[in-house]
């Protein structure tokens, strides 16, 4: 079956860097667009970055600070988040993307909390 966790989470101080890598199991990796999608304390869901092969695509919020990649032979996806704002203080979920363009299957999420 699909499974994505995700790992890399945690407290880091406004300015900082983290690196949150999602590993995934159960489909064929390479074939499929995968995502990151966000979610702030007491907020929705917001979409933050995309793969595809050598696709990708940002949120406003985040582009020129984030940077999305994918290690096909690891089933592994990656972001690296750079200039953290508190604003970005989120669960973070790794979301696989379906045939049909639906978000299908989704990981735990892991936290980042950006905060002095």
């Known amino acids: 079956q699909v499974q994505l966790v995700e790992s890399g989470g945690g407290l880091v101080q406004p300015g900082g860097f983290l690196r949150l890598s999602c590993a995934a199991s159960g489909f064929i990796f390479s074939s499929y667009w995968m995502n990151w999608v966000r979610q702030a304390p007491g907020k929705g869901l917001e979409w933050v970055s995309s793969?595809?092969?050598?696709?990708?695509y940002y949120a406003d919020s985040v582009k020129g600070r984030f940077g999305i990649s994918r290690d096909n032979a690891k089933n592994t996806l990656y972001l690296q988040m750079n200039s953290l704002k508190p604003e970005d203080t989120a669960v973070y979920y790794c979301?696989?993307?379906?045939?049909?363009?639906?978000?299908?299957?989704w990981g735990k999420g892991t936290l980042v909390t950006v905060s002095s």
């Open positions: 793969s595809g092969g050598s696709i990708t």
């Open positions: 979301v696989k993307m379906g045939s049909y363009s639906d978000l299908d299957y």
